[in-house]
Nanobody
């Protein structure tokens, strides 16, 4: 399985960016894609995930209402639309894949995403929010 991220960059506060994560190598659509981020000096944080099979989604409180995760019709590319960005959103953003779509329901029940649930990781893309 390979994950390729794109779409990071520099944006002003209040602006928007859309990240993409293209997944290849899965033999079925029973998997989940999650987005994590890591700011300097902080632990990696899971912020959103989706199961392309049924478009079930989860958001952590810090991004709910501002970010939107989606998958295209081929179910191989997942997007993270980020709106109303603040400097606190600056981080390296990683997409990751879990081998079971049920991970999204697990995140919903626990209200958190765990790195250990994800088996494959992208290389990360930098998002910087600054005036």
């Amino acid at each position: 399985v390979q994950l390729v991220e794109s779409g990071g960059g520099l944006v002003q506060p209040g602006g928007s960016l859309r990240l993409s994560c293209r997944a290849s190598g899965f033999t079925s659509d029973d998997y989940a894609i999650g987005w994590f981020r890591q700011a300097p000096g902080k632990e990696r944080e899971g912020i959103s995930c989706i199961s392309p099979h049924d478009f079930n989604t989860y958001y952590t409180a810090s991004v709910e209402g501002r970010f939107a995760i989606s998958a295209d019709n081929t179910k191989t590319t997942v997007y993270l639309q980020m709106n109303s960005l603040t400097p606190e959103d600056s981080a390296v953003y990683f997409c990751a894949a879990a081998r079971w779509a049920s991970i999204v329901r697990t995140a919903q029940a626990a209200d958190e995403m765990l790195e250990v649930d994800y088996d494959y990781w992208g290389q990360g893309t930098q998002v910087t929010v600054s005036a």
